[in-house]
């Protein structure tokens, strides 16, 4: 009994001993610092805008609605006059002058006129421009004519010279544009050209023509094919008070002319001014299609004029360039631009005697009023300027 007793006491001991060990470290131990706490916003987007701030007194609405002020069209402008217009931009044929009549001056003012500056100022007329045949015709009538009169002195051969080049220019062509309306129907200006020539600026300024010379106008942008073509017509138009006519983005050209003679008939204006789409002269396509512009817009009457924008910079391009098309819509007119930026004055010459088309306007400048009614005896006193050249000593 007695070892039974021992027995258990140890193992109580044992117990207590083993219970002790647990106990007390954990008595020991430091408390840890509490682990960071992970807040997480839970305010809402009405909590974080804040109590509604009220609108001073100021900017309280009083329930009127206020008009924004019109916008006033801009005033309508004077074209300037166009009679004698070409002598007030003489000083732009400066380029052509230098090369063409100042050369040819100084050639024919030299004290021996042998066979060598004859040679020179064939030369010099071929580089203008002026054409094989017509430089042989002009040569030898001034060979003529300086052998017969004996012409000696400088205002003599300035006055000679300045004849041959109006008689080349063909001074008896009519070079008037018919604007006039027919029966109620207003004149229709049908526009055409290659790409580049400058056609739809060329054609705003005919419109400042047109109004400078009393007519009234209006425009039918049948340029469908470029985006900023009928803006650019517009606001030429506006300028002037002229109404515009145009259609959707590559609309059909003959729907939106016929549209624009259409509309000038019920208006009563004078002239119908239409300006069509740049081509190239040998795509056949685009030319047809022209073609059929003409014919569709025939249907309210016949077309008064056909006006070709040249760029004379092209020299004898511009030849093949109205011979197209001429054959395709019967050009009536030339509109030579460009005529102040290069040295072949004399493409003039070359394109009316080699088509037959006589020269209506010219362009000698970007200002909106540098283009001119052409004149052959004002065009040829601006090519040789004010001051005839002596012979030499």
């Not at 290659?194 to 209006?218: E, S």
């Not at 030579?336 to 010459?349: E, N, R, S």
Request: charged share 25%.
């Amino acid at each position: 009994m007695k070892e039974y007793l021992l027995v258990a006491l140890a193992l109580l001991g044992v117990l207590i001993i083993g219970g002790l060990s647990l106990v007390v470290p954990r008595l020991r131990r430091r408390p840890e610092p509490p682990l960071p706490r992970t807040e997480v916003d839970t305010r809402t987007e009405e909590d974080l805008a804040g109590p509604p701030v009220e609108a001073p007194e100021s900017e309280l609405t009083t329930g009127v609605v206020v008009e924004a002020p019109p916008v006033e069209a801009p005033p309508i402008e004077v074209p300037e006059p166009t009679a004698g217009r070409l002598v007030r931009l003489r000083s732009r044929l400066s380029r052509s002058q230098n090369a063409f009549g100042k050369g040819l001056l100084g050639l024919l003012s030299r004290d021996r006129l042998d066979e060598d500056t004859w040679e020179e100022i064939e030369d010099s007329l071929i580089t203008a421009d002026v054409g094989v045949d017509s430089t042989r015709e002009i040569v030898d009538r001034l060979r003529e004519r300086t052998r017969v009169l004996g012409t000696r002195t400088g205002d003599e051969l300035r006055t000679l010279l300045a004849t041959e080049l109006v008689n080349a220019l063909d001074p008896g062509l009519d070079r008037s544009l018919r604007t006039t309306p027919t029966d109620g129907v207003p004149a229709v200006v049908l526009v055409v050209g290659v790409n580049g020539a400058g056609k739809t600026t060329t054609c705003g300024k005919i419109a400042r023509v047109l109004v400078a010379d009393g007519r009234t106008v209006l425009l039918g942008a049948a340029d469908t094919f470029r985006a900023a073509a009928a803006d650019q017509l517009e606001t030429w138009g506006g300028r002037v008070g002229a109404e515009t006519v145009r259609g959707p983005e590559a609309a059909d050209p003959a729907s939106v002319a016929f549209d624009a003679v259409r509309r000038g008939i019920e208006v009563g204006v004078d002239t119908v001014l239409i300006d069509t789409a740049g081509r190239l002269q040998n795509k056949i396509g685009l030319m047809d299609e022209l073609g059929k512009v003409k014919r569709v817009v025939e249907k309210h009457g016949p077309i008064d004029e056909t006006l070709l924008i040249l760029d004379a910079t092209t020299g004898q391009n511009g030849l093949e360039q109205a011979r197209v098309f001429t054959e395709a819509v019967n050009v009536t007119g030339v509109v030579l631009t460009k005529l102040d930026g290069t040295a072949k004055g004399g493409i003039v010459i070359a394109v009316q005697r080699k088509l037959g088309i006589p020269v209506k306007l010219v362009g000698l400048g970007e200002g909106k009023d540098d283009l001119a009614p052409f004149d052959p005896a004002q065009f040829v006193d601006a090519l040789l300027g004010t001051e005839p050249l002596g012979r030499d000593a």
